[in-house]
């Protein structure tokens, strides 16, 4: 038997009038003691990258991509995110785009088809 596919979630969010009012560090200090230590001890399996969108879009601010290892470890973050500040408070959730990577792949059983660029 496989094991579960990871489950990558595309969180679109808009940042806040409150976490904007804060400094540079204010905010890196906020997430890093505020959101941080709950998603640390509230989940396991969970992966974060960030983008910056605001330059090309008023809707959504930030992407925000997570990958967890398994649908328990996604249900576990999103639980852990929505007790923090994070959630409605300094950023509005606009929109969550989950999936599982080359999951039509699995289903088929054929081989994923991707592109390489030289």
């Known amino acids: 038997m496989s094991a579960e596919a990871p489950v990558t979630a595309f969180m679109l969010v808009k940042t ?3 976490w904007l009012a804060l400094t ?3 905010r890196v200090h906020a997430f ?3 959101v941080v230590p709950v998603i ?6 969970v992966r974060s990258r960030f ?6 879009s008023a809707r959504v601010t930030d992407v925000w991509v997570w990958e967890a290892d398994d ?6 973050l999103i ?8 959630w409605d408070r300094y950023f509005d959730v606009v929109d969550l785009l989950v999936g599982t990577e080359n999951g039509y792949a699995r289903t088929y059983g054929v081989e994923p088809v991707a592109t390489i660029a030289t």
């Open 16 to 18: 806040t009038p409150e």
């Open 24 to 26: 540079v560090a204010e």
């Open 32 to 34: 890093t003691t505020q």
């Open 40 to 45: 640390e001890a509230r989940t396991h399996g």
């Open 51 to 56: 983008y910056d969108t605001e330059f090309y």
């Open 71 to 76: 649908h328990e470890a996604y249900r576990l």
């Open 79 to 86: 639980d852990a995110l929505r007790e923090t500040p994070f």
